[in-house]
């Protein structure tokens, strides 16, 4: 094993308790449950809009940040809370590989847990393939640069997950949706976007590029990184 | 051509940089640093070493403080700590934890800078790949087995049969490697054990180890002080903090007293207690004619206080005990007394550790 996925299973292991399984599947159900009311309430070109609008407002709106914020927020921060942060931190092991492990830990939980039932969801609303597949690649962005913020976030504040919220609602929910200028400093209208452009269905304030669409939030999940990684150099471990 | 001052595994700097308080007796940038290990600082008048610090000392800190909020901890300390067994010791608070914290770069001083194994703990991974560390936090990762503690300690630092390590080190503090169960269900003790081996599994040069012997059975205390000897004994630095001092006793005399948050005293607690001219030191004789040997030292002028307490027994306080011992070896000579037992009464750990942390 390597040190980078010596961590990325420490991290793993950590991250799956019984709460999160519920939290997470009850997200996903409630989706499918949306999806089939879709299905008996319209066919066609409107249910392929309905189930576009609905992922873009709980699925990628609401869905995939809480529950990246979840994964990622206490992928290194439940470390520095319960101060075990140590055992990993004093071995000589370069702090990006920590930090990008906590990322991969958190993404590669996130996107199971988030991507299978949102694109279900669209299945079962829309039967459309183009849907189901932009509705994948939109969540698995912004599955990307939610964790990155979010592993950030864990390492700079106590009670990440409070300030997550509130990061949320105030800024990607309700600040980032007054106008173009906003939105373009919120992570959620770049994979907004990627949706609106695959399945060519108008979304509110999701009017970037394709390119943007997908790098944004790869270079916002490695900025994430970078700065976790910096900040593990500076940081009290006791 | 190499810097004969540069820090290197085996030696640390002898001129600390971007430090130094000149008038206060720490090391500054100017001057070489001159020995004011603890006992100087303590006792006024102790001779100054030659060096300062030490050219073997594997862990130093220079001048180190360190604050929370408002509150000082840890206030100007400096030590040099040598290869063998070094306890750490002071009342709960005193701030030894937070020192040993900054030694092993777990928190960073506020002011001044430590030097470890070759580096900074904080900034240079090689210098920290040479410590192992048992931090004092209980917390282990509760859903994993022991081993694979101790295994991903060996893997993160890079060593080649990380199994085999990990086996060896569990060995070492008598746990079994094939405990199937996860460390939430482990005892106190055993949690302890786990975190000497994986703080062991490297070999490291240094270990330090944050009241190591809490939660353990008299039986594993023993165990663990005869590991930390033959740890200290082969060569590496192992700097043990406890706040009990019967356990501090039995890890060696070499001991570093922190109170108050300041450096109180290092090095053998046997030459502290000799150094301390403040403390007149107790001993009693035991010997026939009790009261003509009294006598006799009464006027030998090395006494400061003399009883006959018990027949045959005198208990005598003097400020120079070798002087005492020299003329109580001569009026016995002289005068045919027959001398029995001559016995310290205060220069145990305990005494020298009240009368330092008392007068602090």
Excluded at chain 1, 5 to 25: D, E, I, K, N, P
Excluded at chain 1, 113 to 135: E, H, K, N, Q, R
Excluded at chain 1, 169 to 187: C, D, H, P, Q, Y
Excluded at chain 2, 120 to 140: H, I, N, S
Aim: hydrophobic fraction near 45%; charged fraction near 20%; glycine fraction near 8%.
């Amino acid at each position: 094993m390597t040190q980078l996925s010596v961590l990325y299973r420490l991290l793993v292991r950590r991250q799956l308790t019984t709460g999160r399984w519920f939290l997470f599947g009850g997200f996903g159900l409630a989706a499918m449950a949306v999806a089939w009311a879709i299905n008996r309430s319209s066919e066609g070109a409107q249910a392929a809009t309905d189930v576009t609008e609905f992922i873009y407002l709980f699925g990628i709106g609401l869905m995939v940040p809480v529950i990246a914020l979840v994964l990622a927020s206490s992928s290194l921060g439940e470390l520095v809370e319960d101060e075990t942060l140590v055992y990993v931190w004093h071995r000589p092991v370069a702090r990006w590989k920590i930090a990008m492990a906590a990322w991969t830990a958190a993404a590669s939980i996130a996107l199971p847990f988030t991507a299978v039932p949102l694109m279900a969801t669209a299945a079962i609303a829309s039967g459309d393939f183009t849907s189901v597949a932009a509705t994948g690649a939109a969540t698995a962005l912004a599955v990307v640069g939610y964790s990155g913020v979010f592993v950030l976030l864990g390492l700079v504040v106590r009670r990440a997950l409070v300030w997550g919220l509130i990061y949320l609602v105030v800024w990607e929910l309700f600040v980032s949706r007054a106008g173009t200028g906003a939105a373009k400093l919120s992570i959620n209208t770049y994979p907004s976007s990627v949706l609106s452009r695959l399945t060519d269905i108008d979304l509110p304030l999701a009017d970037r590029a394709m390119a943007s669409g997908i790098i944004v939030p790869i270079a916002i999940a490695v900025a994430g990184i970078a700065l976790a990684g910096y900040r593990l150099r500076s940081i009290d471990v006791a | 051509m190499s810097n004969p001052n540069a820090p290197t595994p085996d030696h640390p700097p002898t001129a600390p940089s971007a430090i130094g308080h000149p008038g206060n007796g720490h090391p500054s940038t100017d001057h070489p640093p001159t020995d004011h290990g603890g006992v100087d600082q303590v006792l006024a008048g102790a001779p100054a070493a030659v060096e300062w610090p030490p050219a073997d000392a594997t862990v130093v800190a220079y001048d180190v403080s360190r604050s929370f909020g408002g509150v000082v901890a840890v206030s100007n300390v400096s030590v040099a700590i040598r290869p063998g067994v070094t306890a750490l010791l002071g009342p709960n608070g005193a701030g030894k934890s937070t020192l040993l914290r900054m030694l092993s770069g777990q928190i960073k001083p506020s002011v001044g800078r430590v030097w470890v194994a070759g580096g900074d703990p904080r900034q240079d991974g090689e210098a920290r790949g040479r410590v192992g560390l048992v931090p004092q936090q209980d917390g282990v990762f509760e859903r994993e087995r022991g081993i694979d503690i101790v295994q991903m300690a060996a893997i993160l630092s890079d060593l080649d049969n990380p199994d085999e390590r990990a086996r060896w080190a569990l060995d070492l503090v008598q746990m079994d490697p094939d405990l199937e169960r996860p460390i939430g269900s482990y005892s106190k003790g055993m949690r302890q054990r786990i975190k000497i081996a994986q703080a062991l599994v490297h070999d490291p040069m240094v270990i330090m180890a944050d009241e190591p012997l809490n939660g353990l059975d008299p039986k594993q205390r023993r165990q663990m002080i005869d590991l930390f000897h033959r740890l200290g004994e082969s060569g590496k630095t192992v700097l043990v903090s406890s706040h009990v001092l019967e356990e501090v006793e039995r890890f060696g005399s070499h001991v570093v007293v922190i109170a108050r948050g300041r450096l109180a005293a290092q090095g053998d607690f046997r030459e502290i207690r000799a150094l301390m001219d403040d403390q007149p030191s107790r001993v009693r004789v035991v010997c026939h004619e009790a009261n003509r040997v009294a006598a006799a030292l009464i006027n030998s002028g090395s006494l400061v206080g003399c009883a006959v307490n018990h027949p045959g027994q005198i208990e005598v306080t003097t400020t120079d005990v070798r002087r005492f011992r020299r003329e109580l070896t001569a009026v016995c000579a002289d005068q045919r007394f027959r001398l029995e037992e001559v016995m310290p009464l205060d220069d145990d750990l305990e005494s020298v550790f009240r009368y330092l942390v008392g007068g602090s």
